[in-house]
């Protein structure tokens, strides 16, 4: 099978680029990928984390890190990324980990649950929310949602680049 063949890749002008994780489901990839394009022009703006958010949203997309199409591959760096970067996407809004699953792990979403909750759990700038308050992860059961905590809230998306003089 030719690389223009397969799905895993994208073929331009030569050069093999890797493609999108077909299992994430539309409107969390079109997510994504806004992020992804809000990043891109905070690069050229001079925004000082636009390409850490840039990595973040290609990560979440399948397109850099571990292969999507490998079956024992690690997801927890994928799933620390896609909630970044959907958290990023909603400015101040939640995730529930349900969507976050369904971004690393398509229709098999609810057998990576628990992995979720636990990475994100570890990541110092989201909180574990349930009802609105702030619980422990630990000890939460039910649906909870997830959003950043006040210390780990990212600068606006559009950063503008101030010049010298």
Same mark, same amino acid.
């Given at each position: ?9 994208? !073929?331009?002008?030569? &050069? =093999? %680029?890797?493609? /999108? ?21 905070? !690069?050229?703006? *001079? ?5 850490? =958010? !840039? ?8 397109? &850099?890190?571990?292969? %999507? ?11 620390? =990324?896609?909630? &970044? ?6 400015? *101040?809004? /939640? ?8 971004? !690393?792990?398509?229709?098999? %979403?609810? @057998? =990576? ?25 630990? @000890? ?8 950043? @905590?006040?210390? *780990?809230? @990212? ?5 503008? &680049? /101030?010049?010298? *003089?």
């Amino acid at each position: 099978m030719t690389a223009e063949a397969d799905e895993r890749w994208l !073929v331009i002008d030569g &050069r =093999r %680029w890797r493609r /999108t994780d077909p299992a994430i489901p539309e409107a969390l990839r079109a997510e994504l990928v806004g992020e992804l394009m809000a990043a891109r022009r905070a !690069v050229k703006e *001079g925004a000082p984390d636009a390409r850490t =958010r !840039v990595h973040d949203a290609k990560v979440a997309l399948g397109e &850099r890190g571990e292969p %999507w199409w490998e079956p024992d591959r690690d997801l927890r760096d994928r799933i620390e =990324r896609a909630t &970044r970067t959907l958290l990023r996407r909603r400015e *101040g809004g /939640t995730v529930c980990p349900s969507e976050v699953a369904r971004v !690393v792990d398509g229709e098999r %979403w609810r @057998s =990576r649950m628990s992995l979720v909750r636990e990475v994100a759990a570890a990541m110092p700038e989201v909180v574990v929310l349930q009802r609105g308050e702030v619980v422990d992860p630990a @000890s939460a059961r039910g649906p909870v949602r997830l959003g950043l @905590s006040p210390a *780990g809230a @990212s600068p606006p998306a559009r950063a503008r &680049r /101030t010049r010298p *003089g």
